[in-house]
């Protein structure tokens, strides 16, 4: 890397410093009319926004429970590493430099400086610190997003039950008791919708600026989170004369300074980390869309919004603002595409996850806290069916917190005692291991003995089923105790995926090494290719192979009674459960 690219790398301390230093600056220079949509919420809305920051704060610190059961794994432990300036294995000093060896777009400079920032300040020796400072983003960030609900709807209720939403999100309450680099971008997100508005009904170039300024901060803190851009954009072009929009504020010179802005920081971060595309596991708008295709109907991922009656809410809320004449069909459909081209979007990352959806995720709690004014608007049954989908949204939300909280950082020996798949039949290690089947795991030891990969290997067809038939059809995915907790590694997401694109049979479970795991085996060829139907095209390659078409190779033959080939035994269980969140149920499960 040379040129402004390698400078930006190698000054990455410095560039985090302007780009916050910016912000703030703006921030002080739009004052005046941030207290003064501040001063209009009222003291009764102020009260209860911080009520429901400080609900939010409680659900993450003590429901879940970050403080006594949170452990840095992957990309946390390396955050863990600035803050604490010592490497876990004793080895020696940690910088939050880029010089350090960082690889781009994997840890993000500004939340490398910011931790070890944090860690200067307290001492750096109790992750605690870390976990009460993103509960603490977590809380300001339902505050925020009140106050956006406000700013945008007119109306009290609408931001109390935003944030009430927020609050109660099951995913937005995980990644508040995490280190990872969620929390604060997310945050800064809000902030960035809200400044938006503001600069949309009140006027003003700083404004608009200080949303671009912090819109920067999202980008430094995930990058595919630049989508909010053209998001934000068109949340912005649905309101319409009906809306209190500002006088002159789509003059172009208001929207110079903020466009440079954007368009500076933007290029800080991606040209100092080099090319995006070396991180996405793909090249080429046609890999994006074969993605996208594969992972968008996974409404699973979108959870709290992913059941027909959660989705009553938005869908209602929609109603309530096309019946408006403050808003109509135009804001409406600008909400709605808020959400849709944020999904869409980020559902292209082959690693798509709960974590991802957030921002996009912001468009349906707006909608949703429409569904508030028929309370007080409409007639009997519309105050009925409004009151409903709101208990339903947020019960759903509990329950989900329940399941999330119930699973955080999950012990191997309670997930042995609790899931029903153990008390099936168990399985020789010896015949799992033997080389015969291709296993789908993420047990570092099977892949150096090149007979296993994980779900990412699964998601090319031409690749999964190159594995299919050179293991002669017998493809096993050893469920674990880390695709069933949810921890930093947030591996569950990607347990869901295989869940939805594979059929799988129940087989057993066994006891390896690293500790116990269930069986499941693929039930049919991958992606519906047959062995008499051509490899589709692929970049995958195995080792010493030219072209997978020409001559797969075929796996040996298993020994009798080592197979684990067979349909499961009745009563046993043949159909993994795909309900989100639930793992595979070995016993008596229902698909």
Same mark, same amino acid.
């Given at each position: 890397?040379?040129?402004?690219?390698?400078?930006?790398?190698?000054?990455?301390?410095?560039?985090?410093?302007?780009?916050?230093?910016?912000?703030?600056?703006?921030?002080?220079?739009?004052?005046?009319?941030?207290?003064?949509?501040?001063?209009?919420?009222?003291?009764?809305?102020?009260?209860?926004?911080?009520?429901?920051?400080?609900?939010?704060?409680?659900?993450?610190?003590?429901?879940?429970?970050?403080?006594?059961?949170?452990?840095?794994?992957?990309?946390?432990?390396?955050?863990?590493?600035?803050?604490?300036?010592?490497?876990?294995?004793?080895?020696?000093?940690?910088?939050?430099?880029?010089?350090?060896?960082?690889?781009?777009?994997?840890?993000?400079? +500004?939340?490398?400086? &910011?931790?070890? #920032?944090? $860690? =200067?300040? @307290?001492?750096?020796?109790?992750? !605690?610190?870390? *976990? %009460?400072?993103?509960?603490?983003?977590?809380?300001?960030?339902?505050?925020? +997003?009140?106050?956006? &609900?406000?700013? #945008?709807? $007119? =109306?009290? @209720?609408?931001?109390?039950?935003? !944030?009430?939403? *927020? %609050?109660?999100?099951?995913?937005?309450?995980?990644?508040?008791?995490?280190?990872?680099?969620?929390?604060?971008?997310? #945050?800064?997100?809000?902030?960035?919708?809200?400044?938006?508005?503001?600069?949309?009904?009140?006027?003003?170039?700083?404004?608009?600026?200080?949303?671009?300024?912090?819109?920067?901060?999202?980008?430094?803190?995930?990058?595919?989170?630049?989508?909010?851009?053209?998001?934000?954009?068109?949340?912005?072009?649905?309101?319409?004369?009906?809306?209190?929009?500002?006088?002159?504020?789509?003059?172009?010179?208001?929207?110079?300074?903020?466009?440079?802005?954007?368009?500076?920081?933007?290029?800080?971060?991606?040209?100092?980390?080099?090319?995006?595309?070396?991180?996405?596991?793909?090249?080429?708008?046609?890999?994006?869309?074969?993605?996208?295709?594969?992972?968008?109907?996974?409404?699973?991922?979108?959870?709290?919004?992913?059941?027909?009656?959660?989705?009553?809410?938005?869908?209602?809320?929609?109603?309530?603002?096309?019946?408006?004449?403050?808003?109509?069909?135009?804001?409406?459909?600008?909400?709605?595409?808020?959400?849709?081209?944020?999904?869409?979007?980020?559902?292209?990352?082959?690693?798509?996850?709960?974590?991802?959806?957030?921002?996009?995720?912001?468009?349906?709690?707006?909608?949703?806290?429409?569904?508030?004014?028929?309370?007080?608007?409409?007639?009997?049954?519309?105050?009925?069916?409004?009151?409903?989908?709101?208990?339903?949204?947020?019960?759903?939300?509990?329950?989900?917190?329940?399941?999330?909280?119930?699973?955080?950082?999950?012990?191997?020996?309670?997930?042995?005692?609790?899931?029903?798949?153990?008390?099936?039949?168990?399985?020789?290690?010896?015949?799992?291991?033997?080389?015969?089947?291709?296993?789908?795991?993420?047990?570092?030891?099977?892949?150096?003995?090149?007979?296993?990969?994980?779900?990412?290997?699964?998601?090319?067809?031409?690749?999964?089923?190159?594995?299919?038939?050179?293991?002669?059809?017998?493809?096993?995915?050893?469920?674990?105790?880390?695709?069933?907790?949810?921890?930093?590694?947030?591996?569950?997401?990607?347990?869901?995926?295989?869940?939805?694109?594979?059929?799988?049979?129940?087989?057993?479970?066994?006891?390896?090494?690293?500790?116990?795991?269930?069986?499941?085996?693929?039930?049919?060829?991958?992606?519906?290719?047959?062995?008499?139907?051509?490899?589709?095209?692929?970049?995958?390659?195995?080792?010493?192979?030219?072209?997978?078409?020409?001559?797969?190779?075929?796996?040996?033959?298993?020994?009798?009674?080592?197979?684990?080939?067979?349909?499961?035994?009745?009563?046993?269980?043949?159909?993994?459960?795909?309900?989100?969140?639930?793992?595979?149920?070995?016993?008596?499960?229902?698909?």
């Amino acid at each position: 890397m040379s040129g402004a690219g390698g400078w930006l790398h190698g000054h990455d301390g410095l560039v985090v410093l302007l780009q916050v230093g910016a912000f703030g600056l703006l921030l002080l220079a739009s004052r005046r009319l941030l207290v003064e949509s501040f001063v209009e919420l009222g003291r009764p809305l102020q009260a209860g926004l911080f009520a429901l920051s400080l609900l939010a704060a409680l659900i993450s610190a003590f429901w879940l429970p970050a403080f006594s059961a949170f452990e840095a794994l992957g990309h946390e432990a390396s955050y863990l590493e600035c803050f604490s300036g010592a490497a876990m294995d004793g080895s020696g000093s940690v910088s939050p430099a880029n010089a350090h060896g960082w690889e781009a777009f994997v840890t993000y400079p +500004l939340i490398r400086w &910011a931790w070890w #920032l944090l $860690g =200067r300040l @307290s001492g750096g020796q109790d992750v !605690a610190w870390l *976990l %009460a400072f993103n509960i603490g983003l977590r809380a300001l960030s339902v505050f925020l +997003l009140g106050w956006t &609900a406000r700013v #945008l709807a $007119g =109306r009290a @209720s609408c931001a109390l039950v935003a !944030a009430l939403v *927020l %609050a109660c999100h099951p995913w937005h309450a995980f990644w508040g008791a995490a280190i990872y680099n969620v929390a604060l971008p997310f #945050l800064f997100a809000v902030a960035t919708l809200l400044l938006a508005l503001l600069a949309w009904s009140r006027g003003g170039s700083r404004l608009l600026a200080a949303a671009a300024a912090a819109g920067t901060l999202v980008v430094a803190g995930r990058v595919e989170w630049a989508i909010l851009a053209p998001m934000t954009l068109i949340l912005l072009l649905g309101l319409g004369p009906s809306w209190p929009r500002a006088d002159g504020v789509l003059r172009p010179s208001n929207w110079i300074f903020a466009a440079l802005l954007a368009a500076l920081g933007i290029a800080s971060v991606v040209f100092a980390g080099g090319q995006l595309t070396e991180q996405g596991g793909y090249h080429g708008i046609e890999g994006y869309l074969e993605t996208l295709l594969r992972q968008a109907w996974i409404l699973d991922l979108n959870e709290p919004f992913h059941r027909p009656w959660t989705l009553l809410a938005p869908a209602l809320g929609g109603l309530v603002m096309i019946r408006s004449p403050r808003f109509g069909w135009r804001a409406a459909g600008g909400l709605a595409a808020f959400f849709l081209v944020g999904y869409l979007a980020v559902s292209t990352f082959n690693d798509f996850s709960h974590r991802h959806v957030l921002p996009a995720g912001i468009g349906l709690v707006l909608l949703s806290s429409f569904v508030v004014l028929p309370l007080f608007e409409g007639g009997r049954s519309l105050r009925i069916v409004a009151a409903c989908s709101l208990v339903l949204l947020i019960g759903t939300e509990l329950v989900s917190l329940q399941r999330v909280a119930s699973r955080y950082y999950l012990s191997q020996d309670e997930f042995f005692a609790e899931h029903e798949g153990f008390s099936g039949p168990q399985l020789e290690a010896a015949a799992v291991e033997s080389g015969t089947c291709y296993l789908i795991t993420d047990n570092e030891r099977h892949w150096q003995q090149g007979i296993a990969g994980s779900h990412f290997n699964l998601m090319d067809p031409g690749e999964a089923v190159t594995h299919w038939r050179r293991f002669s059809g017998c493809v096993l995915w050893l469920f674990d105790n880390a695709g069933y907790r949810y921890d930093g590694l947030a591996v569950p997401p990607r347990s869901t995926k295989l869940l939805h694109w594979f059929e799988w049979d129940y087989k057993g479970w066994v006891r390896l090494a690293e500790g116990e795991v269930l069986v499941y085996q693929m039930r049919s060829a991958p992606w519906g290719i047959e062995d008499h139907m051509p490899v589709p095209e692929t970049e995958f390659r195995l080792p010493g192979q030219e072209d997978p078409e020409d001559a797969p190779e075929q796996g040996p033959e298993a020994a009798p009674g080592e197979t684990l080939r067979e349909h499961s035994p009745a009563g046993q269980g043949a159909e993994p459960d795909a309900e989100l969140g639930e793992a595979p149920s070995g016993v008596d499960s229902a698909r």
